[in-house]
């Protein structure tokens, strides 16, 4: 079992920045892919930015690209979501994710089914 806990969602102003943690325990693997997530209310779960944990590769959507910043600390066993430039657009749940069936992140790490584990989310809400 890997238990994942998100932290560090907010209130923010439009055009400000905020880091969200995600801190991974039990059973931890080192040849897997750590994803980020969010949902909005009344939207699917959509995809932010996926990391591999052994080979630090990074894999974004475009539209998250450049503002987004993913990162992991192997020492902690926490990653990162670096989110800057916040749109109200932003407003959402973001969720982290474990998927343990591949150690780079590519454009199957898009895909929420992937993912074995997920943390119970944290919001992040944008005001304009």
């Known amino acids: 079992q890997v238990q994942l806990v998100e932290s560090g969602g907010g209130l923010v102003q439009a055009g400000g920045s905020l880091r969200l943690s995600c801190a991974a325990s039990?059973?931890?693997?080192?040849?897997?892919?750590w994803g980020w997530f969010r949902q909005a209310p009344g939207k699917e779960r959509e995809f932010v930015a996926a990391i591999g944990w052994s080979t630090g590769n990074t894999y974004y959507t475009d539209s998250m690209k450049g503002r987004f910043t993913i990162s992991r600390d192997n020492a902690k066993n926490t990653v990162y979501l670096q989110m800057n430039s916040l749109k109200h657009e932003d407003t959402a749940v973001y969720y982290c994710a474990a998927d343990l069936s591949s150690p780079i992140a590519t454009i199957r790490s898009s895909r929420p089914n992937q993912y074995l584990y997920w943390g119970q989310g944290t919001q992040v809400t944008v005001s304009s």
């Open positions: 039990g059973r931890t693997f080192s040849r897997y892919v």
